[in-house]
């Protein structure tokens, strides 16, 4: 045999009973598929034969050493706020118990536990032993009808075959994402907006453009009273942080695939009214851009503002709306989670519809015992859970606010929903700090107070308190702040004054 052959590999063809056939061509022994005892058919090809089929092989060196390396994927993901925290250097104040103000879960404290009826709910579909095994992959039909019923409106009907059930909003979010985009495509994401979104689109190769948050609100000054100002953002937050629509119309083309709408916002804190929200919807119409909404923290609006859905507004955007039960209900752990999908003229059709089944199929998302409660939850949980809920997060939101108000160099803005405020941190009269992350980095250090800064949503000079603790809590940790800002203010000098005059 040629030297070329031997660099081979070789496979000896045996029949079910571990024989191989025998058979002559031009006298070389073969078995009855042709292959001759050395595993190469009668053309010189070698094979390899795998339940009685041949496989040609292709001639290869093998691998030297030992080189497992992580996908593109791995490496393409990244979280923006764990990169941020992770490289900070957090050590406490040994003499302060530490304060976080930078978890987004309302049940760290103990002090917004779920109510009663939520919790009966799981303990029936335990006991029922109904739900203990595999449910479909988009949920069990009578748990997406009973989403369906709770948010359906005349201006936006919903059937069960319009919801798909998912492990939290975040795994809606990336379903969403993932059926709407391919790599090379674009979406448009709020700035500052939740990181999540880009950590789920430069993992599949998808760009993402971010749009303006406009800061329509006015800091306060020497000028205007505190007590001016705490009416005037009171009164009116629902005209902070609404979107720069020009900067975001001009950021679309011909590979921009969705349009992300937060509403209420995380980190912000804000609500669109009607007008903006139809407003953003007419771009979306223009250029014919379907919208991912996320509205896990819908309802969570405090008295005095609404917000309606996307959905019920929209005559023509089609819209993949996504929430869950985590927020409002106060089970964040419970992982369960929603997609509806708004379609009125049929845009999205059949082919989204079975994209998201086809997805919902890789792995199965939501847990079957919480969606064997569901609608028991849906129907059941008092309305006066709701109104206590928001009064606790509201009446957190005002002593927030008014507390750092008076504090020179921060300026907050007053929100109008979710469980979360934004800070401004006037850097120039904080010289010895060079960012936000730094500024928040030594607020550990001396004050033992965690506050996330803004950069993790790529917004510098904020940072983003929840009001999700305990209001002792919440006026201790604002109590430090005020000493850690009085003793690093720098006030303007007089130079400064001057050229301002």
Known sequence: MSSRMETKSYMVQMNGNGVCGKTTVNGKTLNENGVN????HGNGVHHVNIKGALYPIKSKSRRQRWEVKPSEMANNTLNPIRAIVDGMKLTPNPEKPMIALSIGDPTVFGNLPTDGAVLQAMKDAIDSQKYNGYAPSVGYLQSRQAVANFYSCPEAPLE?????LTSGCSQAIDLAISVLCNPGDNILVPCPGFSLYKTLAVSMGIEVKLYNLLKDFTYFNDHISKEQQSRKHVNEPEKSWEVDLQHMESLIDERTSCLIITNPSNP????FNKKHLQEILKVASRHCVPILADEIYSDMVFPG????SMASLSSDVPILSCGGLAK?????GWRMGWILIHDRDDIFGTEIRQGLVKLSQRILGACSIVQGALEQILDSTPQSFYNNTIGFLKSNSEICFSE???VPGLNPVMPSGAMYIMIGIDMDHFPDFKNDVDFTERLVTEQSVFCLPASAFEYPNFFRIVVTVPEEMMLEACARIREFCQSHYRPPSRDSNDLDQ
Not at 37 to 40: M, P, S, T
Not at 160 to 164: G, L, M, R
Not at 305 to 308: A, D, G, L, N, Y
């Open 37 to 40: 005892r050395n595993g190469v």
């Open 328 to 332: 409002r209900w106060l089970v964040p």
């Open 268 to 271: 912000c804190g804000s609500v």
């Open 160 to 164: 069960a075959e319009d919801v798909i």
């Open 404 to 406: 750092l108000s008076s």
């Open 305 to 308: 503002c609404s917000s309606p």
